[in-house]
């Protein structure tokens, strides 16, 4: 059974700081390319961030240089840190797990960043 566990998610107040957790079970993790999604309230989903299984990091243009996406195989999870947060970091966070032909999503974690 493929299960995307995040944790991390809660109210943190602006200028705070975020690690996101995403840990991965049932998947060969170590070959998935894996990504951070946010949806804010009335807006589309987003992508922030991805991490191929050799490292390679991208950013959406907006997350540049206020994200950063990390992996660590040997625990089978994916980080998402984010300092200096703000009221417009509102949003669920999402992970996912992609294989090419197959896709896993998380939960999705509440982030709620208070003024």
């Known amino acids: 059974q493929v299960q995307l566990v995040e944790s991390g998610g809660n109210l943190v107040q602006a200028g705070g700081s975020l690690r996101l957790s995403c840990e991965a079970s049932?998947?060969?993790?170590?070959?998935?390319?894996m990504r951070w999604f946010r949806q804010a309230p009335g807006k589309q989903r987003e992508l922030v961030a991805d991490?191929?299984?050799?490292?390679?990091?991208n950013y959406a243009t907006a997350a540049k240089g206020r994200f950063t996406i990390s992996r660590d195989n040997g625990k089978n999870t994916v980080y998402l840190q984010r300092k200096s947060l703000q009221p417009d970091d509102t949003a669920v966070y999402y992970c996912t797990a992609d294989f090419g032909v197959q896709y896993y999503w998380g939960q999705g974690p509440q982030v709620t960043v208070s003024s």
């Open positions: 049932g998947i060969i993790f170590r070959v998935a390319t």
């Open positions: 991490i191929t299984r050799d490292g390679t990091t």
